[in-house]
T-cell receptor, first 114, second 112 residues
Framework: KQEVTQIPAALSVPEGENLVLNCSFT??????LQWFRQDPGKGLTSLLL?????REQTSGRLNASLDKSSGRSTLYIAASQPGDSATYLC?????????????FGKGTLLTVNP | DAEITQSPRHKITETGRQVTLACHQT?????MFWYRQDLGHGLRLIHY???????NKGEVSDGYSVSRSNTEDLPLTLESAASSQTSVYFC???????????FGSGTRLTVV
């Protein structure tokens, strides 16, 4: 059974700091990996999707990398802002191109202090 | 604009009652999913569907059922609500071949 772990569970940083969120998974036979953001009381918003043939994806101040062989992904946030405060969730797709189910980590609660 | 909507946003029900949570998407996505989110457990898959008349059990399907009679809707039914089913429920959809997920805003269900 696939298990996804996110470290740290919570992180508090001052505004402007660069930070890294970590995600690890036990079964390296995943297809794709996706990072989401969740604001309190809201649904999930997709941030970055790393497909099976890719090693990283970038969107603005966000960069996500994927190393399947070691079972790890990182989400790098540059020049953090108070508006980045949210819970960040890592999720992996099962193996095989037709498997669209996600297994989620428990998330990292990020607080960026002004 | 295309969207995915869940209703109701909040519901309180009594133990033993049947409850149905609605999910409606206008993305014309083939794939639809129900997840529950609980403190300490994260999001867990309840049921999913890859098309009309197709339904499958997820990780925590006991006590829940779904049906898919059209592309747009995947209602989630709690046959006999239990306090352990107090949770926040999220519906999501995705298109075959693209892998991007769209989530609804969630339904907070309290079983008393």
């Amino acid at each position: 059974k696939q298990e996804v772990t996110q470290i740290p569970a919570a992180l508090s940083v001052p505004e402007g700091e660069n930070l890294v969120l970590n995600c690890s998974f036990t079964d390296s036979a995943i297809y794709n990996l996706q990072w989401f953001r969740q604001d309190p009381g809201k649904g999930l918003t997709s941030l970055l999707l790393i497909q099976s043939s890719q090693r990283e994806q970038t969107s603005g101040r966000l960069n996500a990398s994927l190393d399947k062989s070691s079972g790890r992904s990182t989400l790098y946030i540059a020049a953090s802002q108070p508006g980045d405060s949210a819970t960040y969730l890592c999720a992996v797709y099962g193996s095989g191109g037709s498997n669209y189910k996600l297994t989620f980590g428990k998330g990292t609660l990020l607080t960026v202090n002004p | 604009d295309a969207e995915i909507t869940q209703s109701p946003r909040h519901k309180i029900t009594e133990t033993g009652r049947q409850v149905t949570l609605a999910c409606h998407q206008t993305w014309n996505h083939n794939n639809m999913f129900w997840y529950r989110q609980d403190l300490g457990h994260g999001l867990r898959l309840i049921h999913y569907s890859y098309g009309v008349q197709d339904t499958n059990k997820g990780e925590v399907s006991d006590g829940y059922s779904v049906s898919r009679s059209n592309t747009e809707d995947l209602p989630l039914t709690l046959e006999s609500a239990a306090s352990s089913q107090t949770s926040v429920y999220f519906c999501a959809s995705s298109e075959t071949g693209t892998y991007g997920y769209t989530f609804g805003s969630g339904t907070r269900l309290t079983v008393v």
